[in-house]
């Protein structure tokens, strides 16, 4: 009883939370120090599981995707996260804006202008680099990775998170929780469930820290090129801190007053920009491109979905490796993503949630990569910027503020396209810090916020191992840690959606928790 009271008493559950800052520490001090040795291992440890487990990789995103779809137009659908009777906390608007700045981030504006480009230099199905075909499969492969797949990944924990919280109402939003019905009390109270939750610890504070430093040089070339600056490491840690400031705010005041209002707004700036590229820029040939894209997506959607270079005896083309990368990457962050979902979902049905997560944040991102893409790929074919030229013999990221630079009012755009990043990047990492705190705390995560106090706590702790490893160059390891570590989430992923169906089969939820569960009740009571 006393240890109990303690724990009431503490802001942070020590036991799962110091051991993987620790191993974070572990991991970052001694592999930067030592940043080419590291990689060397690291890499080669994970092209091994990268060449053998490929086609696992693919058919793993498939079948989180089947199992969304199965989960939604089956009985499970239709069970509401909460009380059947209460309305959504969020509007339709809000839900999605919030779950496409959580699922999309900052990363689709680096894609969206730029993935093409890798494509269209390394082509898939014998096309020849530098053509048509290519420059096509190269922005529906962009459209690719922002599509189904990738978001069915970020979603299928929720069901079971949502339950657990919203429907049983057990106070600790954590994975070890949502496994309870299968593993028993002895194994979620004692080491087994410390070890799971460690695990999603370890994943999501390595992962937002790599997010964090990939993150900045969206905005730091686009301002280096406006006030004609060179991107140092001062620029950097400014813009950081900046960063820092933001989303402690937007964490300090909460979902409702932080999150969702910079969500929304920032789909709002998103959208006049993108109208302001299409009117001031070539919107016609962005409108033709971006239709010739979805046709290219559309007829190619299987063979990318399937793609494993098979018949490549020399080294896979950009796109069989990036996609595998890109699907372990994802599932670093699939925990996150599916338990803050879970905290946003409460009134939404099981359908709701999982087809709003599918389709918000795809349409988004398509939109976003054609014309983002449109207009490099403009650019590349008038010649006003050598688009394929730059990505290869200058840092990539180089290439983005002298596409935006092409266009009318240039200081304008490139101004607006930083600001739109750095807003993505704050909700989230806004979202990553309050997850990570409600993950940690001790408060009843069913009738609580976590602590404002220990949102920013997680915030400086992140910002502070990205700026020290970006200080001495070691990010490279750690990302390719956070993506060796989906390999566990993997397995967790699968064992919640057993949890979600086997917790809801003992509640006979789509019975009892559904809305107008009288009606369903004695419907059920006449048929029977």
């Not at 959580?102 to 680099?129: C, H, K, Q, Y």
């Not at 990738?150 to 924990?157: D, E, K």
């Not at 699907?327 to 879970?342: P, V």
């Not at 240039?410 to 101004?415: E, F, R, Y």
Request: a neutral charge; glycine letters at 8%; proline letters at 3%.
């Amino acid at each position: 009883m006393e240890t109990k009271n303690r724990d009431k008493g503490r802001l942070i559950d020590y036991r799962i939370f110091v051991p993987s800052l620790l191993v974070i520490i572990a991991i970052s001090v001694p592999f930067s120090l030592y940043e080419e040795r590291a990689l060397t291992v690291l890499e080669g440890t994970f092209n091994i599981i990268v060449d053998v487990f490929s086609w696992g990789y693919i058919w793993y995103a498939i079948i989180l995707l089947a199992a969304g779809l199965y989960l939604s137009f089956s009985k499970f659908g239709q069970v509401v996260l909460g009380d059947p009777n209460e309305k959504p906390r969020f509007t339709l608007f809000e839900y999605a804006s919030i779950l496409i700045a959580m699922g999309v981030g900052s990363t689709i504006m680096r894609t969206g202008m730029l993935e093409w480009t890798s494509v269209a230099n390394d082509p898939p199905f014998g096309m020849e680099a530098g053509s048509t075909d290519a420059l096509l499969i190269g922005n529906a492969y962009s459209m690719f990775m922002w599509s189904f797949q990738v978001f069915a990944i970020f979603v299928m924990a929720a069901p079971a998170m949502g339950y657990i919280l919203h429907v049983r109402k057990r106070p600790l939003m954590r994975i070890s929780e949502a496994c309870r019905c299968i593993f028993g009390d002895r194994f979620t109270d004692g080491a087994g469930g410390k070890f799971l939750d460690i695990i999603f610890l370890i994943s999501i504070l390595s992962g937002a820290a790599v997010t964090l430093g990939l993150g900045t040089p969206i905005v730091t070339y686009n301002l280096s090129h406006l006030f004609n600056i060179e991107v140092t490491f001062g620029l950097t840690f400014a813009i950081t801190i900046l960063w820092v400031v933001l989303f402690s705010i937007s964490a300090y005041v909460g979902i409702d007053r932080g999150i969702k209002r910079l969500s929304t707004f920032n789909m709002y700036l998103a959208g006049g920009f993108a109208i302001f590229v299409m009117a001031a820029g070539p919107g016609v040939f962005i409108l033709d491109y971006f239709t010739e894209s979805v046709a290219s997506l559309t007829t190619n959607y299987v063979n990318i979905s399937l793609y494993t270079d098979s018949l490549a005896m020399e080294q896979a083309s950009h796109m069989q490796s990036n996609t595998v990368f890109w699907f372990a990457y994802s599932a670093t962050w699939a925990m996150l993503h599916s338990i803050f979902a879970a905290k946003i979902s409460q009134g939404r049905t099981i359908k709701e949630m999982i087809l709003t997560y599918l389709l918000a944040p795809t349409m988004l991102s398509w939109l976003a990569t054609g014309v983002l893409g449109g207009l490099g790929v403009h650019r590349h074919l008038t010649g006003d910027v050598p688009v394929l030229d730059l990505v290869q013999n200058q840092d990539e990221m180089a290439a983005i503020p002298e596409i935006l630079a092409s266009l009318p009012w240039s200081t304008l755009a490139i101004t607006v396209f930083a600001i739109v990043a750095m807003i993505f990047l704050t909700t989230t990492l806004d979202s990553t810090t309050y997850t990570i705190a409600a993950y940690t705390s001790t408060k009843d995560m069913s009738k609580h916020e976590p602590s404002r106090l220990l949102r920013i706590l997680v915030a400086a702790i992140i910002a502070a191992v990205a700026l020290v490893l970006m200080r001495i160059g070691g990010l490279a390891p750690l990302e390719v840690v956070s993506g060796l570590m989906g390999l566990p989430i993997i397995a967790i992923q699968f064992l919640t959606i057993y949890a979600a169906i086997k917790m809801m089969t003992q509640d006979r939820a789509w019975i009892n928790n559904v809305r107008g569960a009288e009606t369903h009740k004695s419907s059920h009571q006449k048929n029977a």
